[in-house]
């Protein structure tokens, strides 16, 4: 996906640009194309960006271990205010930030990036924990008995032989 220029926004109209969305994005292992729409609008002082996208995944169950396809869908909205960054020296090791600098700023001038903002969306959508099924129970594990001990079967031969000498 091509980045928007900001300044282009305003010239487009009703300041509005649609993006569809029907490719592969670099960095998500995805088994469909991602399909969707993305409609980043330019506001004034920030630009209001809608997606609906949706794909499918190949994720492994947290319990046993075992893959299944799972489809990740998005259906969000964000503001990214429109302002220059503040700088920030490098030299200094500890600084104070406002609560208002923990929201997504891009510079008036710069470009917004349809792909990168769309795959933290997929990222975000996933579910944290991955279960194949609600009833899943997991990696069954054989028990022994009480008072055996588990026999390898590579040492088998010598066990027998070890009866023989007995």
Not at 128 to 134: A, E, G, K, V, Y
Request: with cysteine.
């Amino acid at each position: 996906m091509d980045a928007i220029y900001i300044p282009q926004l305003l010239k487009a109209p009703e300041q509005t640009e649609e993006v569809p969305v029907r490719e592969y994005l670099p960095d998500l292992k995805t088994l469909t194309p991602v399909q969707g729409l993305i409609r980043v609008t330019h506001r004034g002082n920030y630009l209001e960006v809608a997606a609906t996208a949706e794909a499918i995944m190949t994720l492994t169950c947290d319990r046993c271990l075992q893959q299944y396809n799972h489809r990740v869908t998005v259906d969000t909205s964000e503001l990214i205010w429109l302002q220059e960054s503040p700088t920030y020296s490098p030299t200094d090791l500890e600084q104070e930030i406002a609560l208002d600098d923990l929201v997504e700023t891009l510079p008036p001038t710069g470009h917004f990036q349809p792909g990168e903002w769309l795959y933290e969306q997929l990222c975000l959508a996933m579910p944290q924990r991955q279960l194949c099924d609600q009833d899943c129970q997991g990696i069954q594990v054989e028990t022994q008995l009480e008072g055996s001990s588990p026999v390898d079967q590579r040492w088998a031969s010598l066990k027998n032989l070890r009866n023989h000498l007995n």
